[in-house]
């Protein structure tokens, strides 16, 4: 599996058609994304990132960076996510972060 992650709107998807060679129409066979937000409801973050790993690539979008919510719910949403994003890349093959664009592998190698 092939965890991507980076800020919104930074191209992790079309870098994911890139590396699976398909239109973005096609890529909801092969990828999940935003999966942040399902880490918020999950009861067990350790299945849901065996689930998860299961797909060729698995997209999260960073929403740790910055200011700190107030709100308890979103603190704990945002303690979530990063947690299953951690879970996830110990499980992946690769590990690349998305900004502007461009990717940087964190962990293993990729072949375009």
């Given at each position: 599996?092939?965890?991507?992650?980076?800020?919104?709107?930074?191209?992790?998807?079309?870098?994911?058609?890139?590396?699976l060679h398909c239109q973005e129409a096609e890529l909801s066979r092969y990828?999940?994304?935003?999966?942040?937000?399902r880490a918020a409801q999950a009861q067990d973050l350790e299945k849901l990132?065996?689930?998860?790993?299961?797909?060729?690539?698995?997209?999260?979008?960073?929403?740790?960076?910055?200011?700190?919510?107030?709100?308890?719910?979103?603190?704990?949403?945002?303690?979530?996510?990063?947690?299953?994003?951690?879970?996830?890349?110990?499980?992946?093959?690769?590990?690349?972060?998305?900004?502007?664009?461009?990717?940087?592998?964190?962990?293993?190698?990729?072949?375009?």
């Amino acid at each position: 599996m092939i965890f991507i992650f980076g800020p919104l709107y930074a191209g992790k998807r079309a870098f994911a058609c890139k590396l699976l060679h398909c239109q973005e129409a096609e890529l909801s066979r092969y990828a999940v994304w935003n999966v942040q937000e399902r880490a918020a409801q999950a009861q067990d973050l350790e299945k849901l990132a065996d689930e998860l790993a299961g797909y060729q690539v698995v997209i999260a979008t960073e929403i740790g960076g910055g200011i700190v919510p107030a709100d308890a719910g979103q603190r704990a949403a945002r303690e979530a996510a990063g947690r299953l994003n951690e879970l996830l890349a110990q499980r992946a093959d690769a590990v690349v972060r998305i900004f502007y664009g461009l990717p940087l592998v964190l962990k293993g190698s990729l072949s375009l």
